[in-house]
Nanobody, 121 residues
Framework: QVQLVESGGGLVQPGGSLRLSCAAS????????MGWYRQAPGKQRELVAT???????NYADSVKGRFAINRNRAANTVYLQMNSLEPEDTAVYYC???????????????WGQGTQVTVSS
């Protein structure tokens, strides 16, 4: 019913920048919130940043001041601008969305397929 497609990962040197994108499509009535999470090898998945339908944002302490989340509401797309990247930011980054879906009262809570971000010299 809802698909999340991520793009923008890759290899970057420490101090560099990347921009991730996540586009939601399908039988969407409205999106309540979208966000980015990441999972490094051997670690649990953790929150990076989220943005609500009202535009409120939330960031992990480790990325405050370096990452910025924003969205294109008309396109159901969320972006994560990552600056001053550090080796510790290396992980698979996953897009998440909570959405109201046409034809059902149930909320959609789903994940994208993930995109690899590697920060290394």
């Amino acid at each position: 019913q809802v698909q999340l497609v991520e793009s923008g990962g890759g290899l970057v040197q420490p101090g560099g920048s990347l921009r991730l994108s996540c586009a939601a499509s399908g039988s969407i009535r409205s999106i309540n919130a979208m966000g980015w999470y990441r999972q490094a090898p051997g670690k649990q998945r953790e929150l990076v940043a989220t943005i609500t339908s009202g535009g409120s944002t939330n960031y992990a302490d480790s990325v405050k001041g370096r990452f910025a989340i924003n969205r294109n509401r008309a396109a159901n797309t969320v972006y994560l601008q990552m600056n001053s990247l550090e080796p510790e930011d290396t992980a698979v980054y996953y897009c998440h969305a909570e959405a109201e879906v046409l034809g059902t009262p149930a909320l959609y809570n789903g994940w994208g397929q993930g995109t690899q971000v590697t920060v290394s010299s």
